[in-house]
Each structure stands twice: as structure tokens, then as C-alpha cells.
């Protein structure tokens, strides 16, 4: 057998051999190589998988031969291939921009943990992503959870440690909550495999165990996907995290549980459960959009630059909650396509912030240069940076030409299909309250007098990775072969035929 | 009722523990509660896959009644992960402290607010 | 070249000479050697355009595919020609004013200024060569967001406010009504393509069509429909080119441009027939509105601002009345507004950089000391007016033998109302300068006319204003191409 047939499991050894491999060497710079090659690996992998399902449809990969349902199976369709693109593809340009970045937020001889941790996270959010087996998502979830606990407590800010562990209370019990679901609908099915347990759901759909299980995974996932009002734990975890940890989760870690919920929801229990005979999507409705009013208005008045954005991947995720609660072909592809789009540009504007962070440490004007005080007439001492949040901030409200645009445009088809127009007035004001903090920030670095005027912009090595991104934010917004293409195929895949 | 007398405490165990996690303001005592909770779920699978009587499913004539070794398998696991979140909590706390110099959550968060007001004056 | 290259050419050559504006940055007369060399340039390609479009081809290019059936695709056609044509023609004028002005007035970060403005002329044309709605919508906002620096180039408190305003309801229009109008359009259409005669389809019900033009009509806020035309005031904070150029000619007529380009081709005039009795109405409104608060106001550049909402409206009035000869005048008055209103900016700016005034009362007996100045915004009140021998006379014809065709009572007292009203708030500027002594104050500052790209820059559109009198065949045949059916 070639070495592409074993690609799905390569997807999540290299990251997770490269962990270990990185507390052995104990050397930052050694640590650092194997993380990031294995990251870069398994990038390789999921551009190979990627390709792979467009020619040949579903791969099914079978751990140690074992047939399933007896063994694991990791199943790679269209939405598998196109979250591990993001993921991996994530880890490739955020680990190489840690090096600079961490030298400032981080003790040196902490660094190799560091780089364990990230890959553990990366190996976490892989295995939840591309696994076919219930149990095996807790597990990866675990793996993914853990070390983000503890890369979140690497910040300098003491707040980073409360920060983490409110998180980690609070993913515990969404992490217990997920067990009891799928305990639920082990019970009840005798299976852990996805697609089997999928067949042996159809007769048993309505009993209370199963509604049990759907009640308990729908809460346990949410709570990682920061669904309002169970978002809590999110704005102070990526407020005081350091920057390369709160760009690379921001940009994944909830997409990959948004990612499980479909999973779940369309593969597992099947639309006609969750949508049709239970009040769920005017439940998810009205979360979504109260995520999308609330938590934009309360970024409006933020003090903080990375509160603010933190309060904005609250309300993005009301979009993308907001698409699966319609339970259309143009709603579910609008969720799975801004899943990508919102990630890319959310951390392009956290990998800027921590240049900003790595700026102002640099010449020692404190540890969170991040106020707006602080950030007044930015744009003269940081011009590239300053534009390139510009940049995605702009995606993030949605101007045509961004990436953001596409996802806005299929989420507004969606809400017409369904001929609600008070819905489609909403999704578009709660896109003005974008403008507004995008716009805070503008006002601020572009209008306010600078306290000095030195051109001080963050080391190359920053720069690069988060301009690649904001390109992207872009590019995405002009060819979407990829992103709307998966995302259609994906959408096609899950919910049947175009209505 | 006496039937389900293994449901019951399972259910006792689940709720009282998420009781403690939410009401106490002592991080240990919360981390407390949320093993208590984490355990209650490891009795749910265990529960239905025991069987009185039964053993490990080993090929043997002596043995025709067995308990079902999957749940125990994937509980081991789910018993891993907690030790871990554990002790993870556990570090953390110790950090806390010796960062605050309290691990109640009421002075944590006051001392929170206090940073958050000097930032931004 | 073929006439689809010259499309692509005419879009990427002030994205080039927007580079070679930074590359130059550090030498000012290289920089604005790059300028009029690129404007120079870009209105030959445009030229080049003309006489296929002229022979009635749509020369038509697909750049990309976004959105699946939703193409970034260009085809010109005659509307959009006389866009092009004024904008890339106005550029060169407008340049050779800027580096008068700007040097003149010792204006900061003179880069950008140059850059964002060639970039502005790369968004409307694109806009004028669009070939379908998300592509018009796409550089609609690009527009917006480019020629936001271009209004808060100042930088202070003043211009961040005036920003804030333009931004504000140029965003907040386009994002709540355009956006889920080319929506819609494509949800009940399938396609967003501008085609003659229209594209919606003919089942769709009275009230949706009249809902649907309600949200395009508000939605293109550049066209400062009221109530959403408080930008167009807020932005003449921005320096006098930028206000001469783009708040003459690139903003706001993107924004009456677009209004003609949809109700001739995504609704069609006849599938309008009855469904736009409350646009002229609303048109009519701010006309006369608009002219009144114009009256009253004593800084000069508020003053125009209010004149333009008020001669933008004169655009939406023609176009709703559908009536052939009137839509002929509302394309013809893009063009003649164009000039007349470019020729009143660029003397407001010349008196600011000469004499350093603002207000209309302090303008007694100027024209004595700037007599070009003077007889060119002379030229151009009398366009705006509508009196020969100006632009505006042509255009507003046609709109009067269109109300009177469609016996539209109501459109030929309103623009009866609004004669009046241009004169009155004119005529006294004119009589003031050349009619009246010196104030005191001034005898006591002497100046005399602003510097000569000034000068040059004023007569030569005041002259292009009499030309189009004279001579409107040009523009008169591209606006006959829209009426009659090909």
C-alpha cells in the first residue's frame, strides 16, 4: 500500500508523535522543527485527502485493519476534508509565526511545552474531526481540551490562569455532557461507529433515551462552540491566552465542535428528528440571533482590542448557528462556508493583534498595549499591521470582495428561501454592528493623535503569516472554487438534493 | 423503584456533583464536584454492562455468562481523562494561588475587577 | 486590441498608476507626472470604446466567477459609456486642478490623496462598465470604502465626524436595502445580469415590485434620495478636488447611474408602468426641499452640496417618469450636471486657495479681482439653472418634453418650482461678485487669481459646459441607444 492510502490515519499520528518527540528533545528550537513538520505534514495530508474525495467520493480507513463497526473507522467525506484543510492549514502558518511571537509573551524555557501542547491541541482537533467512532471524538475532544487549558495558562496576565480554569470547568462538564449523550445512544444502539449508528437510529428515533442523548449533546457541544448564552468561558480565555494560542483556537477549536454538531445532527440523528419533530431549530434560531445582537453590541463598547474581537467570534458563531438552525441546502452550505471564512479572518486580526503585543513589549510600554488609549494613531508606528486589520475586518462585516460576503450572501438566500424577511433584516443589521467596532478601531489608529510617531512594525516572521491570511480573506472572496465548492458539495452530501 | 436503585444514585451523583461545581466558590471544592459528576457517568455505562455473575468474555467452558467488556474499556479511558482534567485543575489552582493568594472565586474575581478598572482609567 | 481588451486595460491603468503614485511617492512632480500620464492614458482607452458602442456592440468581458452563476463580469453599454467617459475625461481636469490645489493649500500626505483617487476612478468605472448587479454592487462599496480616506483626508475631529456620516449611511443604505434588494432579485431571477427590457420576472406581484424598487431607490444612498442624503454635505469636509470630482462626478453619479441602470435594465421601463407614482413624488420632494435649504445657506460649498442632492433628484424624477424623451434627459443630465457642477466646485476651491473664503457674504466684488474664476462659475450656475447657452439646458429639455409626454403635471411644477429656486440661489453669488464693492476687510488683504492649474482647470470644463450646449450629439446619441430597441 502507498503512503497516500494511509493518509487519514497519518493526518493524526505525525501531530501527535510530534508532541512527544518535542518534550524529549527539550530544546526550544529543536521542539519547534518537529512541531511545525509535523503540522506542515499533516497539511500535506489533508490537501491529499482533500483531492483524494473529489475524485474517488467517501474514503473510509479502517485503525488496524479492524472492520467496522467493531473497529475505528475514520471517514473522510467532502466537510471532513474541507475542516482538516482548515485546521491543518491553520497550524502550518500560526506555528511558524509563534516563534517571534511566544519570545515576548512566554518564559524561554517553557517554549518546547509550548509546542507539545499545540501539537497535542492540533493532534486533538484532527482526531474529533476525521474520527467515525462517538467514543473516539470524547477522547480526541479530551486531547484537544487539555492542552488548550494549559496554552491558555501560558499567558503572562494572572487573569490567563483564572481564564483557563473557568474553561476548563466549564469543558469538562460540556466534555460530560457529550459522554452521557453518547452513552445515551450507545445503550440504546450498541455501537459507536457514526454510520452504524446512524442505520440502527432510524427505528428507535422517537424513544426517551435517544431524545436524552440529543438533548445532552446538543447542550455538551454548544458549550465548546460558545453558543450564546453558553459563551462565558470564551471572551477572558482569548483575551489573556497568548497570541498565538487565541489566533489558532479562534480560528478552529470552536469550528471544529460546530463541525461535530453537524456531524451529529445531520449524519447521526438525521434532519427529520432534530428539525422536523422537535422545536429545536427555533430554539437554535433564537440563540443565534440573540449571539449575533448581544455579543456584537457588547464588543461595540469593549476596551480591549482582543475582548472586542473575542466578543465578535460570539456573535460570528450566532451566523453560523444561525444557518444550521434553517435546515436548508442554502443554510447549511452558508454555516459550513463561514465556518472557513470567519476563521481565516479572525485570525488574521488575533495573529495582528500579537503583533501589536510584540511591538509594544518591544519597547517596553507594558504587558497589554491593547487599550484604545494605547492604540491611538497606531497607524503611523504599525501602518501594515493596522491595514491588514482593516482588511479582515472587513470580511468580518461582510463587504463584497471578502470572504465574508460569500457566507453573508448564501445566509440571506437562506432566510429568503425560507421567506422570512424580518430575518433577513436582522442578519443584515446585526452586520452593521460589525461596521461599528471595526470601525472603533479605525477611528482610533488612523484619527487619533499618536504619542510618537517611530515606524516600530512586528518582526517579519509575524507579519508574514498574518498577511497570507488576509490575502486569503480576500482571495476567498473573489475564488471560491474551494470554499464554496466544498461547502456545496458538503451541504449537497448531508442534506440530500438542492430543494 | 429498587430495580432502578443503580439509576438513582447515578442520577443523585450526576446532580449533586453539578450542584457543588456551581454553587461553591472554593476552586478545590468545585473540582470536587466535578469528579463526583464525571463519576456518576462512568456508573452509567458500567451499570448496564455488568452482569451478575458474568466475567471477562474468555473462551472457556467453565464460563457461559459474560459481562460486556466495551463500556469497561471506554470507561478506563474516560477514568484516564479525568485523572488528568484533575489534575490539571488541581495545577491550576495551585497557580491561582500562588498568583491571587486565595483560590476562593468571589476574591479572584474581585481582584479581576480591580485590574480591569485600573487598565482602563 | 480588441474592445473587451480595452475594457481591462481602462480598469487596471489606475490600479498602475496607483502603484507608480507610491513608487513616486517621495518626488512630487514624478508622482504627478504618473497621475496625468495615467489619466491621459485611461481616457484614450476609454475613447477607444466609443465608437463600437457608438455602432450599437456591447463589448463584454468576464474577469471572474465568485459566487457560482454570479460572475465579475464588464460589458459596456451606451449609459455607461457616457459614465466612462465623463469620469475618466473629468480626471484629466481634475488633476491638473489638484496639483494647484494641493500644493496651493500645502495639503498633507499627498500620496494617498493621489492614490486613493486614481483608485476611486478604477471603482467607477468599473461600476460604469458593470455588467450585472453583484459586480455594480461589488465596486459600489469598494467605492464607498476608497474615497473614505479621500473625505477624512484632513484628519481631524471635523473630518472623523464627517466621515463617521458618510460612512454611516453610504454602508448602512447599501448593506440593509441594496444588498437584500440584488438578493432578491436574484432569488426570483436567477440571474443578475442587466439586460434590456428588464429581468424579473413578469408574474411578480405589484406591491414586490414596488417594495423591490423601494430598496434599490434607498439602497443606492450615493444617489441622496431624502432622507439619506445627509452624507453628501458631511463629506464636503473633504479638499475641494476631492469634493469637485467625486461629489460632482464619481460618487453621486455612480449613484444616480446605477438608479438609471436599474430601472432601465432589471426592471425594464414598461414592466415599471404605474408602480412609480411615489418616486416622483419622493424625487420631486427633495428637489424642491433640497433648493430651500440650499437658499438659506451661507457656506458656499454647503451650498453647492445641497444643489447637487437637488440636481441628482432631477435624475431619479426622469428616470421615474419613464417616459423615452424624459430618460433621455436624465442621461443627458448626468453628463451636463457633470460639467456644470465640477466648474462650481473648482471655483469655490480657487476662491478658498486665492482669497482663503468659505462663506457666500463675504464674496462681494470678488469677481473683479478673480475674473475667470467668476465667469466660470457663472457658466456653471447657468447650467445648473438650465439656461442656454449651458449644458443644462439640453438635458433639462428633454426631461420637460417627457413630463410633458407622460402629462405628468405634478414632475413640470416641481421643475418649474426648482428654476426658480437654482436662479435664486445663484444668481445673487454672480451679482455679489461683480455687482458689489469690496468689503473693507477685503481692500484691506489684496489677492488676486489662484494659481494657473487652476485657472486652466476651471475654464476648460466651463468651456467643455458651453461645448456640450453646442455640441451634445455624442452624448445625445448613446442616450437614444437606451430607448430605442436594438
Not at chain 1, 519570545?103 to 518564559?107: A, G, L, N, S, V
Not at chain 1, 499567558?155 to 487573569?159: A, F, L, T, V
Not at chain 3, 429581468?199 to 411578480?204: E, K, M, S
Given at each position: 500500500m502507498s503512503l497516500l492510502a494511509h493518509a487519514p490515519a497519518l493526518q493524526v499520528v505525525l501531530p501527535l508523535v510530534s508532541a512527544p518527540l518535542a518534550v524529549l528533545l527539550r530544546h526550544r528550537n529543536a521542539a519547534f522543527a518537529v512541531v511545525t513538520a509535523g503540522a506542515w505534514a499533516a497539511f500535506a495530508a489533508a490537501i491529499a485527502l482533500w483531492l483524494q474525495v473529489g475524485e474517488s467520493g467517501v474514503i473510509s480507513y479502517h485503525i488496524g485493519n479492524w472492520a467496522p463497526p467493531w473497529g475505528i473507522e475514520y471517514r473522510v467525506d467532502r466537510l471532513t476534508s474541507f475542516v482538516l484543510l482548515l485546521v491543518s492549514g491553520m497550524a502550518s502558518i500560526v506555528l511558524p509565526y509563534s516563534r517571534a511571537s511566544i519570545?515576548?509573551?512566554?518564559?524561554r524555557e517553557l517554549h518546547y511545552l509550548y509546542y507539545a501542547m499545540f501539537g497535542l491541541c492540533l493532534t486533538g482537533l484532527l482526531g474529533m474531526t476525521i474520527t467515525g467512532d462517538a467514543f473516539n471524538i470524547f477522547v480526541f475532544l479530551e486531547i484537544s481540551s487539555l492542552s488548550t487549558y494549559v496554552l491558555i495558562g501560558l499567558?503572562?496576565?494572572?487573569?490567563a490562569l483564572s481564564a483557563s480554569y473557568r474553561y476548563l470547568i466549564m469543558g469538562s462538564i460540556g466534555a460530560t455532557f457529550i459522554v452521557l449523550g453518547i452513552g445515551f445512544l450507545y445503550l440504546m444502539t450498541?455501537?459507536?461507529n457514526l454510520a452504524d449508528m446512524a442505520v440502527r437510529i432510524r427505528d428507535i428515533e422517537s424513544s426517551r433515551p435517544v431524545l436524552a442523548a440529543l438533548a445532552f449533546l446538543t447542550v455538551g457541544i454548544s458549550l465548546k462552540v460558545a453558543l450564546f448564552p453558553l459563551h462565558q468561558w470564551l471572551p477572558n480565555a482569548y483575551t489573556y491566552a497568548p497570541s498565538a494560542v487565541t489566533a489558532f483556537l479562534a480560528a478552529t477549536a470552536t469550528k471544529v465542535s460546530v463541525y461535530v454538531l453537524i456531524r451529529f445532527y445531520?449524519?447521526?440523528?438525521?434532519e427529520s428528528l432534530v428539525?422536523?419533530?422537535?422545536?429545536l431549530p427555533e430554539i437554535m434560531l433564537l440563540l443565534s440571533l440573540l449571539g449575533m445582537f448581544a455579543a456584537n453590541f457588547i464588543a461595540i463598547f469593549q476596551d480591549n482590542l482582543k475582548r472586542l474581537f473575542a466578543y465578535s467570534s460570539v456573535g460570528q458563531i450566532g451566523y453560523i448557528t444561525l444557518g444550521l438552525s434553517f435546515d436548508s441546502f442554502n443554510g447549511l452550505a452558508a454555516s459550513i462556508v463561514h465556518l472557513f471564512n470567519h476563521g481565516i479572518a479572525k485570525g488574521a486580526i488575533f495573529l495582528l493583534i500579537g503583533g501589536i503585543v510584540a511591538a509594544g513589549a518591544k519597547a517596553g510600554?507594558?504587558?497589554?498595549?491593547?487599550?484604545f488609549d494605547r492604540l491611538a494613531g497606531l497607524s503611523r508606528r504599525m501602518p501594515l499591521t493596522c491595514f491588514g486589520i482593516v482588511i479582515a475586518g472587513l470580511s468580518l462585516i461582510g463587504v463584497?470582495?471578502?470572504?465574508?460576503f460569500v457566507s453573508k450572501w448564501y445566509l440571506i438566500l437562506a432566510a429568503m428561501d425560507k421567506g422570512q424577511w424580518w430575518l433577513v433584516a436582522a442578519i443584515l443589521a446585526s452586520s452593521l454592528l460589525a461596521v461599528a467596532y471595526v470601525w472603533r478601531f479605525v477611528e482610533a489608529a488612523y484619527f487619533r493623535p499618536a504619542a510618537d510617531e517611530v515606524r516600530r512594525e512586528a518582526p517579519l516572521s509575524m507579519l508574514l503569516p498574518a498577511w497570507l491570511l488576509v490575502l486569503g480573506s480576500i482571495w476567498f472572496g473573489l475564488d471560491t472554487s474551494v470554499t464554496l465548492g466544498s461547502a456545496l458539495d458538503a451541504a449537497q452530501h448531508l442534506i440530500g438534493s438542492k430543494p | 423503584m429498587l430495580d432502578h436503585f443503580s439509576y438513582i444514585i447515578t442520577v443523585f451523583l450526576m446532580v449533586s456533583g453539578l450542584y457543588i461545581v456551581m454553587a461553591r466558590g472554593n476552586l478545590i471544592k468545585k473540582l470536587i464536584g466535578l469528579s463526583i459528576f464525571q463519576t456518576s457517568v462512568y456508573l452509567l455505562y458500567i451499570v448496564p454492562a455488568k452482569l451478575v455473575g458474568g466475567t471477562a468474555?474468555?473462551?472457556?467452558?467453565?464460563?457461559s455468562v459474560y459481562s460486556n467488556p466495551l463500556p469497561h474499556v471506554l470507561i478506563l479511558t474516560a477514568i484516564v481523562v479525568g485523572v488528568a482534567t484533575m489534575a490539571l485543575g488541581l495545577a491550576l489552582a495551585v497557580r491561582i494561588r500562588e498568583a491571587y493568594?486565595?483560590?476562593?472565586e468571589d476574591e479572584i474575581t474581585r481582584l479581576d475587577n480591580a485590574a480591569e478598572q485600573a487598565e482602563t482609567r | 486590441m480588441t474592445a473587451a481588451d480595452f475594457i481591462l486595460v481602462a480598469l487596471a491603468l489606475p490600479l498602475l498608476g496607483g502603484l507608480g503614485i507610491v513608487l513616486a511617492g517621495k518626488q512630487p512632480n514624478l508622482r504627478e507626472g504618473v497621475t496625468l500620464t495615467t489619466a491621459a492614458l485611461l481616457f484614450y482607452c476609454v475613447l477607444q470604446l466609443l465608437d463600437p458602442v457608438l455602432a450599437g456592440q456591447h463589448p463584454a468581458v468576464t474577469l471572474l466567477e465568485p459566487l457560482p452563476g454570479l460572475p465579475v463580469a464588464f460589458s459596456v453599454e451606451p449609459l455607461g459609456m457616457i459614465f466612462a467617459l465623463i469620469a475618466s475625461g473629468l480626471w484629466i481636469v481634475n488633476s491638473v486642478y489638484s496639483i494647484g490645489y494641493m500644493r496651493g493649500n500645502g495639503e498633507a500626505n499627498q500620496t494617498r490623496f493621489y492614490l486613493c483617487f486614481a483608485l476611486a476612478i478604477s471603482a467607477a468605472l468599473a461600476i460604469a462598465f458593470a455588467a450585472n448587479l453583484l459586480t455594480l454592487f461589488l465596486f459600489y462599496e469598494v467605492l464607498t470604502l476608497i474615497t473614505y480616506p479621500l473625505v477624512t483626508h484632513a484628519g481631524s475631529d471635523k473630518a472623523k465626524n464627517g466621515g463617521r456620516v458618510y460612512l454611516a449611511i453610504l454602508m448602512g443604505t447599501s448593506v440593509l436595502f441594496l444588498l437584500p434588494a440584488v438578493i432578491f432579485t436574484w432569488h426570483a431571477a436567477g440571474t443578475t445580469e442587466f439586460r434590456a427590457g428588464g429581468?424579473?420576472?413578469?408574474?411578480?406581484a405589484p406591491a414586490t415590485v414596488c417594495l423591490l424598487l423601494a430598496l434599490f431607490m434607498f439602497g443606492i444612498g450615493k444617489a441622496a434620495l431624502m432622507p439619506f442624503h445627509r452624507w453628501l454635505p458631511a463629506a464636503m469636509v473633504a479638499p475641494t478636488p476631492v469634493s469637485a470630482?467625486?461629489?460632482?462626478?464619481?460618487v453621486v453619479k455612480a449613484g444616480v447611474f446605477s438608479v438609471l441602470k436599474v430601472i432601465i435594465y432589471v426592471f425594464g421601463l414598461e414592466a415599471l408602468a404605474g408602480a412609480t407614482g411615489w418616486l416622483v413624488a419622493i424625487a420631486g420632494f427633495t428637489i424642491v426641499a433640497a433648493s430651500i435649504v440650499a437658499l438659506s445657506a451661507d457656506n458656499l460649498k454647503r451650498r453647492l452640496a445641497y444643489s447637487t442632492v437637488s440636481q441628482l433628484s432631477y435624475v431619479v424624477l426622469a428616470a421615474a417618469l419613464l417616459a423615452p424623451l424624459s430618460v433621455i434627459g436624465a442621461a443627458l443630465h448626468i453628463a451636463a450636471h457633470a460639467f456644470g457642477k465640477i466648474t462650481l466646485f473648482f471655483a469655490a476651491g480657487s476662491i478658498y486657495t486665492a482669497a482663503h473664503k468659505t462663506e457666500?457674504?463675504?464674496?462681494?466684488?470678488?469677481g473683479r479681482r478673480m475674473p475667470w474664476t467668476m465667469v466660470a462659475f457663472g457658466v456653471g450656475a447657468l447650467s445648473m439653472i438650465g439656461l442656454?447657452?449651458?449644458?443644462g439646458f439640453v438635458s433639462k429639455w428633454y426631461l420637460v418634453s417627457g413630463a410633458f409626454a407622460a402629462q405628468h403635471w405634478l414632475a413640470l411644477a416641481v421643475v418649474l418650482a426648482s428654476t426658480l429656486l437654482n436662479a435664486g440661489y445663484f444668481l445673487p453669488i454672480v451679482y455679489r461678485a461683480f455687482f458689489r464693492p469690496l468689503s473693507a476687510d477685503a481692500e484691506a488683504h489684496p489677492h488676486g487669481e489662484a494659481p494657473w492649474p487652476i485657472v486652466v482647470a476651471l475654464s476648460l470644463t466651463a468651456a467643455g459646459t458651453v461645448a456640450l450646449f453646442f455640441f451634445p450629439d455624442v452624448p445625445l446619441a448613446l442616450a437614444r441607444q437606451l430607448v430605442v430597441a436594438p
Open positions: 519570545e515576548r509573551e512566554i518564559p499567558g503572562r496576565d494572572r487573569r450498541g455501537t459507536l445531520f449524519s447521526v440523528f438525521g428539525f422536523a419533530k422537535l422545536p510600554t507594558g504587558p497589554l498595549p491593547l487599550s463584497p470582495g471578502t470572504a465574508g | 468474555p474468555i473462551i472457556s467452558p467453565q464460563f493568594g486565595s483560590i476562593e | 429581468i424579473l420576472p413578469a408574474d411578480l470630482l467625486l461629489h460632482a462626478v464619481a457666500v457674504s463675504q464674496l462681494d466684488g470678488i442656454p447657452p449651458a449644458a
